[in-house]
């Protein structure tokens, strides 16, 4: 009989998403370029469900029910393009291909666009998880047309993580839509890395505690609002002793962050669209930063405040602090990917829910978090066009209550003379969305003077210059 769906591409993730919709009942074709990956699955898993391998490309599209559902697992770029225009000519109007792969949203549309012509849906799903969240329930986020949607829907909602029975997984939106979301999700995990090693950093930096202690604290914080995916494996990867050595884990790893592009295509993204998010920003600088070897040799012997600790008693209470400092910046870095989502959305008419993409990444993605909850309540509340995060009550609450330590933190760090950019950033764009006033109009004066850029002035309508260079009265421009 024909298969419900099909899986091109068998590598780690499109050979256990394979299993993982073999494992949930439905009949799955399978392809890949090379045949030898497809005769692996067969020979190691071929029990777990009903396969259906194929050796052609010919041959898969032959063996599935119409209309088609094709999940194209390989890699990003080129070889996505090769895999569709091999698929195309054989496809019939309705035929749905899903591109699961790590697309930039921009080639999605593009693609989107090009099929559509034939008659064809193409759904971008952003799928996040990794390899073991493939084979046991991904956080899946699919865009494309709602018609795609009623009919590939519920075959991914059935492979996907669940949380108190809803699935991690709903219709994002048209056509880039899943692969934006999934970007800014990766921004957003970048991001919170960054904090999560800013405060390792100030727990064995500023309080001397050894990376056992560090694992203890993390696990104790796992216990509370920061309970989250990451946070329980930093508590994991601290705990570590290296088996060769005897040192800890973190203590043998060259200290060079590396990065894949998801991180760089949101910052980018977020300049075009003009949204500030200056906490994923600063985490992929401080990679970046990392592995500039020869920027950091040629100024390791600066001058620094030198080595300075903090007393046993102030060490304790420093680490409640770091609890609370982590927390809000982890707030101001959450806020800033769902304004670039909001935005996204709004530049392409998406229509996308914010609070149920924190919904979807309740379970099965990297950045699943027991405070998603609160933000999926904020929008609930607040509506999907909620300024700012900050500003939903319990938001502001928690900043409120976490502000003084916050700010204590980031002065002795900078006491102390150890990095915290995105806790410093974070601090620093909370201070700056408060003010009443900020120096942006000094700098408009000084647009004004040096270009003819003209102001606005806070008492009349109008746009204004000042003659400068002449006699110094006002035009109204
Ligand atoms: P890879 O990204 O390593 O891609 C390998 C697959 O692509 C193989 O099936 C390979 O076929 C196929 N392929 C290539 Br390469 N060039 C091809 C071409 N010109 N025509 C047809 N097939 C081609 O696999 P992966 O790590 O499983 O990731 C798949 C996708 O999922 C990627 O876009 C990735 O970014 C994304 N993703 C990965 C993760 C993760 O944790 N790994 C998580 C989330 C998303 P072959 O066997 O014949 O060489």
Sequence with gaps: SPADIGVTGLAVMGRNLARNFARHGHRVALHNRSAARTTALMAEFGQEGA?????????????????????????????TDAVIDELVPLLEPGDIVMDGGNAHYLDTRRREAALREHGLHFVGAGVSGGEEGALLGPSIMPGGTAEAYQSLGPLLESIAAKVEGRPCCTHIGPDGAGHFVKMVHNGIEYADMQLIAEAYDLLRHAAGRKPDEIAEIFRGWNQGRLESYLIEITAEVLGHVDPATGKPFVDVVEDRAEQKGTGRWTVQTALELGVPVSGIAEAVFARSLSGSA????????????????LDSAAADRFAEDVEQALYASKIVAYAQGFNEIQAGSAEYGWEVSPGAMAAIWRGGCIIRARFLTKIEAAYATGGAELPTLLSDEYFREALGQAQSA???VVATATQLGVPVPGFATALAYYDSLRARRLPAALIQGQR????????RRVDREGSFHTLWAGDRTEQER
């Design 448 to 455: 004004d003077f040096f270009g003819a850029h003209t102001y």
């Design 294 to 309: 020869e920027l950091r040799e040629a100024a390791r012997d600066l001058p620094g405040p030198g080595e300075t600790w």
């Design 51 to 79: 396969f259906v391998p194929t050796e052609t490309m010919a041959q898969f599209v032959a063996a599935l029910d119409r209309p088609r559902r094709i999940v194209v697992m390989v890699k990003a770029g080129a070889p």
């Design 406 to 408: 916050w700010r204590r």
